[in-house]
């Protein structure tokens, strides 16, 4: 038998609980399925109707992506975000995935990542031979790290004989929702400025913003230093189309990363997909009617996921304060005890499996996210309580039309939020 040369990654979790839900469902349970951050809103008609005109575009196109995409890219983080850059320092992917691990791949560095974040950082990290030191974060700061945080892990990483050069970021989180203010994260580029980390900056949810916290790029303030990651995928719910941005550091810096990051393109992934790209310009062109309805789509997740945050604090559960994307990030640890010794629940894991086997909720574990078992943390995404059907996310965006209340408004086209949140109250007047 040959030997495995390298150790074993983490398959993603998400995977599994799909595998789980779908064997509950064959059963004949409802079952809610709160551990997938998908957006499912119906494709814009422009920009599906690109996509529609140039299906039989199949010949290979640039690596780093068509130079029109690129350019309307450039413009568009320009005008929607203030950033310095221009169609040389901007790259095109299959995913944002695709960028993120092209980033890691290219840097030299360990990596440092704050506790909690996304899963798949940690996995990238591994294939490109990376150490990670993690930082680890509060729910008094809505999980975003603090100057003496990223302080403390860079002495920590440097003492385990580590050398920190890269920092993950991620605005809005996942899976927290929270949004850096502005004045942190200008605290915290300006001591990576001074160590002279990378920030890979992961903003996909940026344009799902809907929280008192503005959203500012990261490389507003550390422009020299900053690789943004975005893409189509949430704001415009086109996951599945596999189209990833990236946008590179001013000077020199950035013209190298441009070059090696075209070459790990041009050996792994060649080039995104021809159709997608075509229709990827109009997305990114400004059109204001494109721009409107993603506008709306976001007003309806921020309506969904606060109306889960606002019920899980009423019911004193500690939990992330949402402002972008669609995930609350609550804490059961209030009832530790309470847990233990009525249902033998003691990490975080478990809690997610007794969730689902005795409340039919299906959630992720804090523990996938870099926290600790006996936190007790979950991450709970609202995405799959609604739009699940095109018919389903037009009735949505024409009621959103409507200027209904919050509440009123979900009561009439989000049900699924109201059992949701119904099951949670029933688990914790259990306790």
């Known amino acids: 038998m040959r030997k495995i040369l390298k150790p074993p990654i983490k398959m993603s979790a998400t995977m599994a609980l799909n595998t789980r839900v779908t064997e509950l469902r064959e059963e ?29 575009a199949r010949s290979y196109l640039p690596v780093a992506g068509l130079t029109q995409l690129r350019r309307n890219v450039a413009q568009y983080y320009h005008r929607r975000f203030n950033l310095d850059t221009d169609v040389r320092r901007v790259i095109v992917g ?49 999980y975003c790290p603090t100057p003496d945080d990223l302080e403390a892990g860079l002495k920590a990483a440097r003492a385990a004989g580590q050398s920190p050069g890269i920092l993950v970021i991620t605005s809005p ?29 992961d903003e996909i949810y940026a344009l799902t913003t809907y929280g008192d916290v503005p959203f500012v790029s990261t490389a507003h303030y550390y422009p020299e230093g900053t690789i943004v990651t975005g893409g189509l995928s949430k704001h415009l719910s086109l996951g599945g189309w ?25 050996a792994v992934w060649t080039t995104a997909a ?86 039919h909720i299906a959630t992720l574990p804090g523990t996938d996210f870099g926290a600790k078992p006996e936190d007790l943390t979950l991450r709970l995404s609202t995405s799959y309580l609604y739009a699940m059907t095109d018919a389903e996310g037009e009735a949505m965006v024409a009621a959103y039309g409507q200027n209904l209340p919050r509440d009123e408004f979900l009561q009439q086209t989000c049900p699924a939020i109201l059992d949701v949140c119904g099951r949670f109250k029933e688990l914790v007047t259990s306790f």
């Not at 008609?45 to 140039?54: C, N, T, W, Y």
């Open 274 to 359: 021809a159709p997608v790209q075509y229709a990827a310009v109009v997305a990114y062109s400004d059109d204001p009617d494109i721009d409107a309805y993603a506008a709306t789509c976001t007003a309806i997740h921020g309506y969904v996921t606060t109306y889960l945050y606002d019920t899980l604090h009423a019911l004193g559960v500690p939990s992330s304060k949402p402002g972008g994307g669609f995930y609350v990030y609550p804490s059961f640890a209030p009832w530790r005890e309470s847990l233990a010794q009525k249902h033998n629940v003691r990490t975080s894991q478990e809690l997610a499996n007794f969730l689902l086997d005795e409340f």
């Open 94 to 142: 299959s995913g944002s995935k695709t960028m993120l691990y092209a980033a890691m791949h290219t840097l030299e560095g360990d990596v440092l990542l704050p506790s909690p974040t996304w899963v798949s950082y940690d996995t990238q990290a591994q294939l490109s031979g990376k150490a990670v030191t993690w930082l680890p974060t509060s729910l008094e700061n809505n």
């Open 28 to 56: 004949g349970h409802q079952v809610y399925h709160m551990g997938f951050g998908e957006a499912k809103f119906p494709v814009h008609p422009k920009v599906l109707a690109d996509f529609k005109e140039h299906a039989a």
């Open 173 to 201: 989180g996942n899976p927290t929702s929270s949004v850096y203010p502005p004045e942190l994260l200008k605290a915290l580029t300006d001591i990576a400025r001074r160590e002279e980390l990378v920030i890979i900056s």
């Open 242 to 266: 596999r189209l990833g941005v990236a946008l590179l550091p001013t000077g020199d810096f950035g013209e190298y990363l441009y070059q090696y990051m075209a070459a790990v393109a041009g």
